[in-house]
T-cell receptor
Framework: KAGVTQTPRYLIKTRGQQVTLSCSPI?????VSWYQQTPGQGLQFLFE???????NKGNFPGRFSGRQFSNSRSEMNVSTLELGDSALYLC???????????FGSGTRLTVV | DQQVKQNSPSLSVQEGRISILNCDYT??????FLWYKKYPAEGPTFLIS?????DKNEDGRFTVFLNKSAKHLSLHIVPSQPGDSAVYFC??????????????FGKGTKLSVKP
């Protein structure tokens, strides 16, 4: 059974650019969440999608957005990149009614 | 304001001994608590969870204890093995109607198990 797949694994962008990260959840998992991990703040919740609808949103500026497609695949977008957006972005999926999320390996974004 | 706190950034334990990782929380509305393990360059891996209606859950070498009155939980690993060396995250899930909502993570404790 394939795990959560995130692409790309590494990304370097310049300040002011925008970036799109992709996540393919485990087959059958309809809930997809995104987290940002930084050394100072730890893992912080960005948003959660279920059946193409954003169900929860964390405390991040509007530059961070996401969407989910009918096949449960999800993308997140960050516009007008800032140096502080450099982080590991993790996607996680779970089956409805289950507690544990399964995380992907993440996309390491570096903003220069 | 941190709702989930792991006050020990690191812990070193001898192989074969018990590892005890601690976590405190502030929000009494949390419904589930989870522990994740993370190796470098990998995503967190789910280890074990506990519902707020229980005070103990065991899975092999891993046991989680929940003390609701103290808003404290701990993860016990017995016996500790060198392969357990990783960063351990405590996470809590708030109640959102019918949804389990997002996870709120602590900042992690780096466990080193020495041979």
């Amino acid at each position: 059974k394939a795990g959560v797949t995130q692409t790309p694994r590494y990304l370097i962008k310049t300040r002011g650019q925008q970036v799109t990260l992709s996540c393919s959840p485990i087959s059958g998992h309809r809930s997809v969440s995104w987290y940002q991990q930084t050394p100072g703040q730890g893992l912080q919740f960005l948003f959660e999608y279920f059946s193409e609808t954003q169900r929860n949103k964390g405390n991040f500026p509007g530059r961070f957005s996401g969407r989910q497609f009918s096949n449960s695949r999800s993308e997140m977008n960050v516009s007008t990149l800032e140096l502080g957006d450099s982080a590991l972005y993790l996607c996680a999926s779970r089956q409805q009614g289950r507690v544990g999320y399964t995380f992907g390996s993440g996309t390491r974004l570096t903003v220069v | 304001d941190q709702q989930v706190k792991q006050n020990s950034p690191s812990l070193s334990v001898q192989e074969g001994r018990i590892s005890i990782l601690n976590c405190d929380y502030t929000n009494s509305m949390f419904d589930y608590f989870l522990w994740y393990k993370k190796y470098p360059a990998e995503g967190p891996t789910f280890l074990i969870s506990i519902s707020s209606i229980k005070d103990k859950n065991e899975d092999g070498r891993f046991t989680v204890f929940l003390n609701k009155s103290a808003k404290h939980l701990s993860l016990h690993i017995v016996p500790s093995q060198p392969g357990d060396s990783a960063v351990y995250f405590c996470a809590a899930s708030p109640v959102y109607g019918g949804s389990q909502g997002n996870l709120i993570f602590g900042k992690g404790t780096k466990l080193s198990v020495k041979p």
